[in-house]
């Protein structure tokens, strides 16, 4: 159809923030609207400019022949310190505190809009690492696993605590929890994963690393690499971590369940967004 | 900070998008762009006309002063049936053919952008119904859920078939598969759902519909009301069907194992979105 320049503004923005991360032709805009490659140039300049000041991210335009226009999703570093900020704060009401000091997150994992946010940090922290495949373990880690898959625009794989028939063969491994020291078991669909890939892995909490550290002898298994480890909370005062590289946006730093107190620290998040 | 109408369309576009199901006062964008009111209604007739043109969804004016913009998340008819032919095409691949007749649909749950565009078409045919919160039951639904979530601004709750810590006190019932005549158990964090609340289920398949049909069961238990149902696939030929209200994407009409032949028709999503 044919759109007037504040029509294709409108299109477009959507067009972009629906394709993350693909390399869009700028063909394809100026056949899908019927303009000029040099007004399509031009509406671009706009968004870009405007994206990259509301932070929503950057377009790179890539130059020649087979070129064109990438949305790469991104976040000012001053969003990003609110959000966590606020994430803190949620999660350090008393009333969250559960019988052995565990936390009770279900309300803040059960919220897109958090979600979305926490999946667009981790997207622009790990945006120019090669990364095929965001991988977590059922249940908690899945909706943060699909928002920074979503804004990364690469599929999902869930690894679980026993297979499913839906699942077809598997491969699956023993591993020992690092905190509770109980050997465990995860399985992995043989077809959901390419020899090869690199697997961003994603999971909500991570105490002495044990499941994560599974995951990655899970990816042995399959001849995959670990692209990175994000993390939304960790915990402090493990004695020995086993897994080193990773990124985490809040540090559960104590628990006192007789005085009803959660301690919170932001993770290292910002060491690894502030690097150039 | 200021912005020509060329920037605030962009970002206005943007910001809408990122809050569906949200009423937005015309002083906030006002504020925003330090505009008139009369330049900000302008820029809505434009993202309006555009969003409606293509299929976006709509945005709704709410007069008065505690009025504003609202979008509605929506699918021109035509995209939807593309999205279920596309759907049907690749499940009906004979290599999902598991032992027993089941499908393997890993890959297509895993993929993000079918699963916002599922969430999407439920969300658009479920967009008048007044809805709180939506549910599913672990594991495979959850990304479904969520992406419908995301359209319509709610939280999503998860049931799960065991109870686990990190979820305090829990609700949980038996109830009885449709299919493999077992009972089962489900189970819901206490804390998660208020009374009172409109649920919205969300499911990637659907048997006899006993998985559903518990979830109503729970639902009764914490004196919620079933908003609707929606599921990715429903079988035919089921003897009895629990679930007598529910929107279905895609029917899984037949399978022949040993001639490895998949069959599926459209589901009954139509008959839903065609009703004025």
């Known amino acids: 159809m044919k759109l007037r320049r504040s029509g294709r503004l409108v299109d477009m923005t959507n067009y972009m923030l629906n394709h993350p991360h693909s390399l869009v032709p700028l063909t394809y805009f100026s056949e899908r609207y019927q303009s000029a490659k040099s007004s399509i140039s031009e509406d671009l300049t706009i968004i870009k400019q405007t994206f990259e000041q509301q932070g929503v991210g950057s377009l790179q335009t890539v130059p020649g022949a087979a070129g064109g226009v990438k949305f790469v999703p991104g976040m000012h570093i001053e969003e990003a310190g609110a959000i966590i900020d606020s994430i803190k704060k949620r999660m350090a009401a008393p009333d969250r505190l559960l019988p052995g000091?565990?936390?009770?997150?279900?309300?803040?994992?059960?919220?897109?809009?958090?979600?979305?946010?926490?999946?667009?940090?981790?997207?622009?922290?790990?945006?120019?690492?090669?990364?095929?495949?965001?991988?977590?373990?059922?249940?908690?880690?899945?909706?943060l696993a699909y928002a920074v898959a979503n804004d990364l625009n690469v599929p999902v794989i869930i690894v679980r605590k026993d297979s499913k028939v839906t699942e077809g063969s598997t491969v699956s491994i023993n591993y020992v929890s690092g905190s509770s020291k109980?050997?465990?078991?995860?399985?992995?669909?043989?077809?959901?994963?390419?020899?090869?890939?690199?697997?961003?892995?994603?999971?909500?909490?991570?105490?002495?690393?044990?499941?994560?550290?599974?995951m990655v002898s899970l990816l042995e298994e399959f001849q995959a690499k670990v692209a990175g480890i994000g993390v939304l909370v960790e915990t402090k005062g493990v004695e020995e971590r086993l897994v080193d590289e990773y990124i985490s946006l809040v540090k559960l730093t104590g628990v006192d369940v007789k005085g009803k107190q959660i301690e919170l620290q932001e993770g290292n998040f910002f060491d690894a967004a502030k690097r150039p």
């Open 101 to 143: 000091g565990y936390l009770y997150l279900t309300d803040i994992l059960g919220d897109p809009s958090i979600v979305n946010k926490v999946g667009r940090m981790f997207a622009s922290v790990f945006a120019e690492r090669k990364i095929d495949v965001v991988m977590t373990v059922a249940t908690k880690g899945i909706p």
């Open 182 to 214: 109980r050997i465990q078991t995860m399985v992995l669909a043989k077809r959901s994963l390419k020899e090869g890939s690199n697997v961003l892995i994603i999971d909500d909490f991570m105490k002495a690393g044990g499941t994560i550290n599974g």
